[in-house]
Every structure is written in C-alpha cells, then in structure tokens.
C-alpha cells in the first residue's frame, strides 16, 4: 500500500478546490461540513452525512443550519474510513444486491487492522451507523472467537484486574472452555 | 449550535451511560454485550477471564437471554441435542450430545438412571428429579453448571411413619419458562397419602387404610433469586378433588404454560399453569385427537402429534396446534410423508417450526433415522446424524425409543447460582 492509501478520504474531502464543490452543488449534491475531535474538517456530501444517524437528527431539528458541526468524539482517522464505508452504502440503497453487498462489507473489514476496528467501533456507535456497527461487532467477534484471554485483552487494551488465585479459579470452573484455543 | 449536537446525544442515549475503559478508545457497554452475545458459549464462558467488568456483563442474566436470542437465529436448527439414558452405563449419567461441538458427551453426575426424572428440556436447561432421594437438580447443559434446589417443604427429611401410621409422598416436578418474565419456575405437585394401619383380628396381618389424603403445590423460581431461592406455597386452584390419578408426569411448557396429559376414564383432557398467574385450566382434547402420541412446543404453541393408524394411509401424521388457549381453538394440520418410510414416530420438535421424526424398528434401535418436517412447507427431509448410529439406544417396548429425546438446541450461558463475579474469588 502507498502512503497516500493510509488516509485517502481525508486528503480527498480537504483539498477539494471550492470551484468543484461549487459545480456539485449546482447538481444539487450539498455538502456538509464536519469537524473532528482533532480538529479536522471533513466536507461531506449530504447523502453520505444522513447516513450518520447523529448527524441527521441534528439537521432534523434545525433543516436551515449551514453551521460546521462538531463531532466532539470522532478522531479524524477512524472518521475517514467510516466514510469510506458509508459511501459504499449508498451504492447499495440505489442498487440492492444483498450477495454484492455482504461481498463488499467483507472485503471493507478484511483490509482493517484490529487496531481500525478497535477505533472504528466507538465512531460508528456515535453516529449511530448501525449497518457499520454491525459488520464491525460481527468482525470483531470474528477475530476473537478462537482466541486467548491474553489475546482479547491486548485486542481491546484492557487490563487483566484479576489476581493470580482468582484466575485460576475461573480456569478451573470451566476447565473445557479452554480447550483448542488458538495460538497467539 | 453547535454544542447542542453533543447534549442531543447524550440525552438521547442512555444505553452508553457506562464505559469500558481501555488504553485506545471508549467502547461503550452495550456494544461489548453485542459483540460477545455473537460468539459460541465456549467463548464466552473463556473470557470471563479477560477482567472483573467482562465477568459481570457475562453473569447478566440480560446478556444470557441476548446470547441465547442470538444462538438460535445463528445455529438455525443445526445444534441438535440428544438424550438418552446410556445402557452401557450401569449405575448414574445421562448422556448429551451436542451436533455442533462433535458430540461433546455430558455426564450429569448423581443422577441414578433408575430413579430419575427429566424434565422436558427448555432453553438448553432442565430439572432433574431423582424419586428415592427426593433431590431436584437443575442443570445447564451448556454451561454444565448444577444446582440442587432446597428441599420441598412438604417433604419431612424424615419420612413420618410410626408404628401404627405411614405417610407416602408423591411429588411431580414439572419445569417451565415463563417467556414475559424471563423466569424458570419449578413447579412441585405433591400428593400427601396418609395411611392408618390395623390388625385384622380374624388372621393377625396388617391392612392399610386411607386416612388422608392431600395435594400440595409449591413453586420455586430460579430467574430471579437464582440459587438463594426456596420453595413457595401456592393455592392455584387445582380442578381435582384431591386426585392426581391420571396425570401423566412428563409436562410440556409452551407459551409461559405448563401442560399435563390428563387421562380421565371416558376422556382425555389437559392440564394447564400458567406460570404468570400461578393458577390451573382445564383444556379439552379435540374428539379425534385423543390417544394422540406426543405432546411438544413447536413456535410458542402446544401441539399434539399423532400418527394415523386407521386406514390404507399410514404416511400420515395429523397434528393438531393450540391456536388460542383461552379460548380453546385447535387447528389440525396433516403431515403426508414419503411412502418409503413405514414407520415413523414423532419424537421432537424444533421451535422454528420443524418437528422431528425418527425411524426405528424394534430389532436394531441403533438404526435411527431423524426427518425434519417443516410445518409451513410439509417439506420433508433426512437429517444426517451419522453419530446416532454408533449410539446404543435403549430400546422400550414394540420399538418405541424410551428416554430418548432429540432436540434442537441452542446455547445458553445462564448461571444458576448467586453472583459468580463474587464466586470467582472477591470473598477469598
């Protein structure tokens, strides 16, 4: 992958010269900007941004508003790719085709890194993308399933609390749950 | 403006009040339940270990209905869970068996195969009632976790017999979900006989007489004082006077109702609890259906089964649905098979609306074959359970299959005891 493929809707959506958008607009495709917890600006197209159950029920109550809207918990990088998702969405809302769909969902979250994912979720919950957050959990379900404790806690960075006795005890109790797991 | 977009959400979502913390990002709660109510039990059950939070969204009673939810759309039919008292085996242990998992085989401990009494099977939990020790088990087949319930009340730990009395317990322990609550509920019916003894003056021998005769009621709930519970005394208003002669002691459970087949000398008749109201009815069998052969839930309606015996047609099996309890609406349905099958018993049902119908003969009952029959298409078809063949089956009486329940089954993670998060070692 080049090192322009890391973040290609960012660059994409920000240097965007104003005469196109002007050109877009007059196809009536309105855009809609967006700004991150980072700072970051996003101009979106208004189909893209009603996916983004947040963000329409903003416009829901004020439909006149030109004002930027801050999205206060949305990093600029896991932002993107959600993005990235929802556009593809679109394709499918024109067009149904279930098989095309989950083919398409699939491939979105094979390239992701756990790390994409991990980040990715809190963005999609946000912005109540349900579609998005439902092919994320179901990938993330994915990649666990067969795993360790140690590897699912490193997966979600959370801290093992538990001290040695008491996770002993917890192997013990269910002795055949830790039969087959993968290796790390 | 532009604040309000983050007051909307937080005034809108009350799900996400609570936050997993973590190095990277927040997951909230809600969506931890998510992803761990799409994995398999074995799972699940592995990351209680991750931390103390993940051991209590676990132990949620809310999260086992949601895994168990989840399961049965995910598993559509293909976890099949097979029950039968093992032959090979002389003295204890039922064996399950589980399609998914490759026939993990569940020994239930202490329960003496002569003695037992197993419930039907409902959401992969069952009550086990062994007749001579008066125990009552529930076990969770997935979790393999067993509990024994506190001892029925209106059982004395020692039995009141004296030198010229003797009392006779006869308790029938039927075991329900009751699908609004959420709640599992034993329900104990127990006959009381009291007997007076008397010498014959004429010949010296001891002649027994009725002197009382009582039946009791007390139910217990595991759903919500799970493990801490006792026995509750009811007065459900039972129909009978005093007499449970009749009342066969297999029960189904369908809709928050348990049903018992009820043989009365000219008729036969059903009897209902309801598990919400706590009280008994009295459903009347349809004329032509009784003598039916098999009583199962199939979508949350009770439906009796029977093959039809009369006739050139013997590929035929009627089924009559209970419609609408209250007020008593049957509907009769009727299940043509392949002409090639000459002997086919209904032995389970699926709750997806599939029944399931197994071929034996009395020579080789190891020869099982089990059919799908799905009620909206009438669509019939072999399921391949190559692991039935190499299973000794006990064989009842003309080729009937006795003890043997095969059964869809989905995973679920319910715990039966108090808090296991306390269990797992905070007190020690």
């Known amino acids: 992958m080049s090192s322009s493929a890391e973040n290609p809707t960012l660059t994409a959506e920000i240097t965007k010269p104003s005469t196109e958008i002007a050109t877009e607009t007059a196809q009536s495709a309105k855009k809609i900007t967006l700004k991150t917890s980072d700072d970051q600006i996003f101009e979106v197209e208004e189909s893209v941004a009603m996916e983004f159950a947040t963000v329409k029920s903003f416009f829901e109550d004020a439909p006149s508003s030109t004002d930027t809207v801050p999205l206060p918990n949305v990093p600029a990088k896991p932002f993107s790719q959600v993005i990235e998702f929802c556009k593809e969405q679109i394709k499918f809302k024109a067009n149904p085709d279930e098989t095309e769909k989950k083919r398409s969902n699939s491939e979105f979250v094979k390239e992701k890194t756990n790390e994409d994912l991990v980040e990715m979720i809190p963005v999609a919950n946000y912005l109540e993308i349900k579609d998005l957050l439902d092919v994320l959990n179901q990938a993330v379900a994915d990649r666990i399933q067969n795993r360790s404790v140690e590897y699912v806690r490193s997966f979600f960075g959370i801290d093992n609390d538990f001290t040695s006795e008491e996770e002993a005890l917890l192997r013990e109790e269910h002795a055949w749950a830790f039969e087959d797991v993968d290796e790390d | 403006m532009g604040s309000s977009i983050s007051q909307m959400r937080s005034s809108s979502s009350s799900s996400s009040r609570e936050s997993v913390t973590n190095n990277r990002q927040q997951i909230p709660e809600d969506v931890i339940l998510d992803i761990l109510s799409r994995l398999p039990a074995k799972s699940v059950v592995r990351f209680r270990r991750v931390s103390r939070t993940w051991c209590s969204f676990i132990h949620d009673p809310f999260f086992a ?359 797992a070692g905070k007190k020690g």
């Not at chain 2, 399609?99 to 002569?114: C, E, P, T, V, Y």
């Open chain 2, 65 to 423: 209905s949601l895994h168990h939810a989840r399961s049965i759309t995910r598993d559509k039919g293909n976890a099949l869970l097979l029950s039968y008292p093992d032959p090979s085996s002389s003295s204890t242990s039922f064996s399950f068996f589980e399609r998914k998992q490759g026939f993990r085989n569940l020994q239930i401990s202490h329960a003496d195969q002569q003695y037992a009494c197993l419930s039907e099977i409902i959401r992969g939990i069952l009550c086990i009632h062994d007749r001579r020790s008066h125990r009552v088990d529930i076990c969770n087949i997935t979790t393999q976790e067993t509990i024994t319930l506190p001892r029925s009340t209106n059982i004395p730990i020692r039995p009141g017999a004296g030198v010229d009395f003797d009392i006779v317990y006869e308790p029938r322990y039927s075991f329900g979900f009751n699908s609004s609550t959420g709640d599992y509920k034993v329900l104990n019916i127990c006959s009381i006989t009291g007997y007076k003894l008397q010498v014959n003056p004429i010949n010296g021998l001891f002649t027994r007489e009725v002197s009382r005769k009582t039946v009791e009621f007390e139910i217990f709930t595991i759903g919500c004082d799970r493990g801490a519970g006792s026995w509750r005394k009811i007065d459900p208003g039972y129909p009978y006077d005093q007499e449970l002669y009749g009342l066969t002691s297999v029960s189904v459970c369908a809709d928050g109702v348990i049903h018992w087949r009820h043989r009365l000398l000219d008729q036969e008749i059903l009897l209902a609890f309801d598990l919400q109201q706590e009280k008994f009815q009295i459903i009347q069998v349809p004329k032509e259906a009784s003598g039916f052969q098999l009583m199962k839930q199939v979508k949350g309606c009770l439906v009796l089964m029977g093959h039809v015996t009369r006739g050139y047609n013997r590929n035929k099996i009627d089924l009559w649905i209970l419609e609408d309890r209250r007020d008593q609406v049957w509907m009769k349905e009727t299940v043509l098979f392949p002409s090639y099958s000459p002997c086919l018993w209904p032995v389970g049902s699926f709750k997806t609306g599939l029944i399931l119908l197994a071929q034996h003969g009395c020579a080789n009952p190891a020869a099982w074959a089990a059919y799908y029959c799905d009620l909206e298409t009438k669509n019939i078809c072999m399921i391949h359970v190559p692991e039935l063949k190499s299973v000794k089956l006990p064989c009842g009486e003309v080729g009937k299959p006795s003890g043997v329940v095969l059964t869809v089954h989905a995973e679920n993670l319910l715990s039966l005891t108090s808090n296991a998060y306390e269990h």
